[in-house]
């Protein structure tokens, strides 16, 4: 039995990104998101009894837990598999280090329809760090024309070659899902060190 | 801004704000909305990995444009560690008033 967000044996590990990718398909409903007002922002909420961000979040642990075993898949997903599978794949490769894929995430930024796998896929480039991509994102902002991805596409100049802290990443991986949404009223305040 | 907060410390809370960006994001998200980190008179922490957010039950809940946020949420916590106010929002703007935190505060004593 394989136990998503549980501890992660290394034959486990292989397993774990084909099972935390069925479970996100099964379970993510993206038509539940909901407008919510067309003032100054264009805005989409979950509904709150909503059960779908903690698959998300389970998802995502999951694949950054099982490390570079969920690398290739990802990068099948976000080459090829639908939007939300594409953008779940396009945050989570920021988080898995210096071996993903960098012309990857440079073809999905320029060329995804869909602007939320843009704006990912430009954070995860930065996030990976450790490569001077300004021409690569200068080339991106010139053609890009939504303006949250070009805002990021800002972000990923500003930082440079700094990827993300690593401390970011172990502290993902050492988290424990049981503690999903356990802040409740009259509850004592889940604490973090 | 600073008036209220000052009133918050009167009554004695500490604010503090979760933001699900890496820093670098943050200050950007600050900068394109006129104001620079000195602006932010309370702890602004960060939440790159969500894992606070999602304890707390309101990571990937809300949509600006295409980017992805947390659902705005306001928690009092006591002294004690108790959590003893909770309002989730069901819209962007959908935050108490401050004088509402107020008035919960003075509920504590």
């Not at chain 1, 694949?63 to 939007?83: N, Q, R, W, Y």
Request: proline letters at 6%; charged letters at 30%; aromatic letters at 6%.
């Amino acid at each position: 039995m394989l136990l998503i967000g549980g501890p992660v044996s290394a034959q486990d590990a292989a397993k774990a990104p084909a099972a935390a990718l069925a479970e996100f398909s099964r379970d993510w409903r993206e038509a539940d998101w909901q407008p919510s007002g067309q003032g100054r922002f264009t805005v989409y909420m979950r509904p709150l009894d909503d059960q779908g961000w903690s698959v998300r979040m389970r998802a995502f642990q999951s694949l950054v837990k099982a490390g570079d075993a969920s690398i290739e898949p990802l990068l099948k997903l976000l080459a090829t598999g639908p939007a939300p599978e594409r953008i779940l794949a396009a945050q989570t490769l920021g988080f898995l280090g210096m071996k993903v894929d960098r012309q990857a995430l440079l073809d999905a930024a320029r060329s995804d329809p869909d602007p939320a796998v843009r704006l990912h896929a430009v954070d995860s480039l930065g996030m990976v760090g450790g490569t001077d991509l300004s021409e690569e994102l200068a080339t991106l902002d010139a053609a890009e024309k939504d303006r949250d991805v070009k805002r990021h596409i800002a972000y990923a100049v500003d930082r440079k070659e700094s990827g993300l802290d690593p401390q970011t990443v172990a502290d993902l991986r050492d988290w424990d899902a049981r503690k999903i949404d356990t802040a409740k009223l009259g509850g004592p305040a889940p604490d973090f060190e | 801004m600073r008036g209220k907060l000052k009133s918050l410390e009167e009554a004695g809370a500490q604010l503090l704000g979760v933001d699900p960006h890496e820093s670098w994001a943050a200050r950007g998200l600050l900068k394109d909305s006129g104001l620079a980190a000195d602006d932010v008179h309370f702890p602004l922490l960060s939440d790159p990995a969500q894992i606070v957010s999602a304890t707390y039950g309101v990571a990937f809940q809300m949509r600006i444009h295409v980017e992805w946020s947390n659902r705005p949420a306001t928690f009092v916590i006591d002294q004690q560690g108790i959590i003893r106010y909770v309002k989730r929002g069901t819209a962007f703007n959908d935050r108490p008033k401050p004088e509402e935190i107020l008035d919960e505060l003075r509920r504590l004593d």
